[in-house]
């Protein structure tokens, strides 16, 4: 399994991102696809995940609180993508963000543990 992530940059405060990762190779046809962070000095943490493939519930989406209302997660089965757009970001959004796939699973976790499969970081860069 291979994870491609795109999207970072660097915006200004109050603007606009769109984050994109693709897997590829043997992800099985129901897994989870997600989305962590790490900012300077500080540990890893969650962002969002995203049910993907036929077996799991089809709006299945989680994200954490600090980005409820600003960030959607959305796929693309078909393009087997997950999206990530950030609206409204905040410095405090300035982070590298990884991509994650979780194989044959139920339900989505917030647990970096449970996911196998990770992909390379992107920059996310908000100047205030």
């Known amino acids: 399994v291979q994870l491609q992530a795109s999207g970072g940059g660097t915006v200004q405060a109050g603007g606009s991102l769109r984050l994109a990762c693709t897997a590829s190779?043997?992800?099985?046809?129901?897994?989870?696809l997600g989305w962590f962070r790490q900012a300077p000095g500080k540990e890893r943490e969650f962002t969002a995940a995203i049910s993907m493939g036929t077996h799991m519930r089809s709006d299945s989406a989680i994200v954490t609180d600090s980005v409820k209302g600003r960030f959607i997660i959305v796929r693309d089965n078909v393009k087997n993508t997950m999206y990530l757009e950030m609206n409204s970001l905040k410095a405090e959004d300035t982070a590298v963000y990884y991509c994650a796939l979780r194989t044959s699973s139920n339900y989505l976790s917030r647990d970096s543990n449970l996911y196998r499969y990770w992909g390379q970081g992107t920059q996310v860069t908000v100047s205030s």
């Open positions: 190779g043997r992800t099985g046809s129901s897994y989870s």
